[in-house]
C-alpha cells in the first residue's frame, strides 16, 4: 500500500530518471546522483552517504523528497549498502524542513500529493532495513528534525547555531501525530510535550541533555564520528537488528500506514485554512525580510 501510494507520487511528480548520473567510483560501486540528491558509496564498507544538496536551505520541495525516495529505494534494493550516512552538502543548514511554498496558495490536489510524499519518505526512512546515521551539519528545524528523528543513531555538529526540533507550533500549525509519535520514542513523553507545544529548537548542548541527539562532536568530527558510529552498528548481524528494529518501531509506522488517507485529508483541509493560509504567508514574509 505504502509503495504503491509512493509510486504514485513518483509518477505524478514526473521526476526525470534519465537527468539521473549513473558511474562507476573507484572501488567499483555504482554511484548513482540525482540533480539535489548526491550518494557517495563506499562498497566495501557496505555505506552510502547522502548529501542533501537543495540550496539554499535544502527545504523539501516535492522534486527533492520525490528524488529521495528513489535515492532511498534504489539504495534499499541494493545489497551492496547496509548503512546509509544522512548528511547535507548545504553549508550550516542539515534541512530547513517542509518547503512552505508547497503548502501556500496552491489548490487541494497539489497539497494531497505534497502530503503522500512527506508520509513517503518518513515511512521509507524509519522502516528502512539498513543502519542509518545522521550527521547533522546545520540547522534542523521541523520536518529537517524528522528526518533526523528516524534515524537509529543522531550526530550532532558543535555550533550553537545548529538547533533542531519540531518548530511547528511557532508557525501557528501543528506536528501531526506521527512526527509527534516519533519525537515521543526518541525523548520521551513529559519532553516531548514541552518541546512540541513550545516549539523548542534545541541548541547542541541542549538538544543532548534532552536526547534528542546522541552525540555532540567538533564539526570537522562528524563524518569520521559518524563512520566509527556506523561499524560499531554494522558489526551486528543484519537479520538480528533488522527484526529488532521492526519490533521497535513497528507499532509507531502502522498507526500512520492504516489512516494514511484520513491523515492526509486532515492536511488538506487544515491547510487550506484561510487563517493557516495567512499565518505561512506570514511566516515565509518574515524569513525573507530577515536579511534585509
Ligand atoms: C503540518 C505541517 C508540518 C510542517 C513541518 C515543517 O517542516 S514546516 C517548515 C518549518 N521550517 C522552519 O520553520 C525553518 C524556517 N527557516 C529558517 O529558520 C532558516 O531559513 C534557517 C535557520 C533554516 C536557515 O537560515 P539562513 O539565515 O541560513 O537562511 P534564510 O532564513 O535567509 O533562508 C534562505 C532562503 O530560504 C527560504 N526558506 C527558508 N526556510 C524555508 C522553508 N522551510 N521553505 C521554503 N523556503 C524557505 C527563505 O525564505 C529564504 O528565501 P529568499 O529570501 O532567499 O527567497
Redesign the pocket.
Known amino acids: 500500500m505504502a509503495l504503491l501510494a509512493g509510486r504514485t507520487v513518483l509518477l505524478r511528480a514526473g521526476v526525470r530518471l534519465g537527468a539521473e548520473a549513473a558511474t562507476r567510483g573507484g572501488n567499483g560501486a555504482r554511484r548513482f546522483a540525482s540533480h539535489r540528491v548526491l550518494v557517495e558509496p563506499d562498497a566495501a564498507a557496505g555505506i552510502a552517504t547522502i548529501k542533501l544538496k537543495n540550496p539554499?536551505?535544502n527545504?523539501?520541495s516535492l522534486e527533492f523528497l520525490t528524488e529521495l525516495i528513489i535515492c532511498l529505494e534504489k539504495l534499499e534494493n541494493d545489497k551492496t549498502f547496509r548503512g546509509i550516512i544522512l548528511t547535507s552538502d548545504c553549508p550550516?543548514?542539515f534541512s530547513?524542513?517542509?518547503?512552505?511554498?508547497e503548502?501556500c496558495g496552491k489548490n487541494p490536489a497539489h497539497y494531497a500529493e505534497y502530503w503522500r510524499a512527506v508520509q513517503e519518505i518518513w515511512l521509507k526512512l524509519y522502516l528502512s532495513n539498513m543502519v542509518l546515521v545522521a550527521a547533522i551539519n546545520g540547522?534542523s528545524?521541523?520536518?529537517?528534525c524528522l528526518m533526523a528523528l528516524t534515524c537509529d543513531y543522531r550526530v550532532l555538529a558543535d555550533n550553537p547555531r545548529y538547533r533542531i526540533g519540531l518548530?511547528?507550533t511557532?508557525?501557528g500549525?501543528?506536528?501531526?501525530f506521527w512526527?509527534k509519535d516519533n519525537l515521543v520514542n526518541t525523548i520521551g513523553h513529559r519532553a516531548a510535550d514541552r518541546a512540541l507545544q513550545l516549539g523548542l529548537l534545541f541548541p547542541p548542548t541542549e538538544a543532548l541533555q534532552v536526547g534528542m541527539v546522541d552525540q555532540v562532536v567538533p564539526e570537522d568530527q562528524i563524518h569520521s564520528t559518524a563512520l566509527s558510529v556506523m561499524s560499531q552498528w554494522l558489526a551486528i548481524p543484519d537479520h538480528a537488528r533488522q527484526l529488532t528494529k521492526s519490533m521497535m518501531r513497528k507499532a509507531t509506522a502502522d498507526h500512520l500506514i492504516k489512516q494514511r488517507e484520513a491523515d492526509i485529508q486532515n492536511?488538506v483541509s487544515?491547510?487550506s485554512k484561510d487563517s493557516i493560509q495567512k499565518s505561512l504567508q506570514v511566516?515565509?514574509e518574515k524569513?525573507?525580510q530577515?536579511?534585509h
Do not use: C, H, Q, T
Not at 96 to 101: I, N, Q, S, Y
Not at 141 to 144: D, E, Q, V
Not at 173 to 176: D, L, R, S, T, V
Open positions: 539554499p536551505v527545504s523539501l550550516g543548514i530547513a524542513g517542509l518547503d512552505l511554498r503548502m540547522a528545524p521541523a520536518g529537517g518548530n511547528e511557532l508557525l500549525i501543528i506536528a501531526p512526527f492536511f487544515f491547510i511566516y515565509l524569513l525573507k530577515k536579511k
